[in-house]
């Protein structure tokens, strides 16, 4: 029998708009919330300060932006994950705008700083008029080091996407699935899809594609792709509209994913091998991600946390009328 120690998001993340004040409330209220429940009073605390830092941020240096809230992992390794996205002036000196005492607008200072030392993981990426991103972990340590952002289109109740990463002695797995259309029937192919993989997560991808196309033939269908990464080699199956590249720098490679329907007369599915780059980072995305993007000649960007790169992608690529899910993982 297979061990792994399983990560996922249990459900979509939960997205606050920040564009006035009163919205720095609703998101401290809601990741405290959650960091209560899966965690403990002292922890939800910190999360609940790191939350008003980050929104106040937006709201005051950023004309406004994302917060994200989610809760990553299971059992005795998981986190609460802020990820603060905006598309603001940007910083040209992050370790100054770091530096407790520093502000740009006649506040204490403290922001930024303080975020810092209370996750127990913390990353930024910023660039003058792009924007900003900075997430801050609350939690267990991850075994593998990877981010996601997993988004619900605006007006539905449940999201269409998923994913699901395993570790094992076999390995990395690695799913993302995007059932047809959005709402709860889309969740619901997503959800069977998850269900396939999770029955033998590091069987060759191939194999999970057809054992997801069977489960989710009693539901609408959808999109997937399946990924295993064993060493400096990587096993890729994909069918439908899954984006999927190894990046590292100055070099990006797509992977193939078939065209079809994963439930609807779907053929059988084929599977690829890929060797990766040292340092190579392994991208998966649903079409509620654009793949007109290229991060091979940024190298300030591929240094970061996956989870940093996944919200710049997320931010600079996302298709508005769809569930978006971006995953980056590195091995």
Known sequence: MEVAVEFRTARAAQRFVIDEASKVGEARRAAQTLANFEFNADLASDVAIAATELANNLNRHAGGGELIVQHIGDDDHSVIELLAIDRGPGMADVAKCLTDGYSTIGTPGTGLGAVRRLANDFDIYSHPGEGTVVMARFGHELPVRHGAVNITVEGEVECGDAWKVARGEEGIAVVVVDGLGHGSFAAEAARACLDAFDA??????????????????????GAAASALLVGDRLSYSGVGNIGGTLVSAGKSQGLVSHNGTLGINQRRAQQFEYRCEPRA??????????????????????????????????????????????VVVAP
């Open 281 to 326: 980072l392994l991208v998966m995305h649903s079409d509620g991600v654009s793949g007109r993007w290229d991060l091979k000649h940024r190298p300030d960007l591929l240094g970061c946390h996956p989870s940093v790169i996944a919200g710049v992608l997320y931010r600079d690529h996302r298709r508005e009328r769809d569930d978006a899910t971006v």
């Open 200 to 221: 033998s997560p590091f069987a060759p991808p191939q194999e999970v594609m057809t054992r997801a196309n069977a489960a989710m033939s009693k539901t609408r269908g």
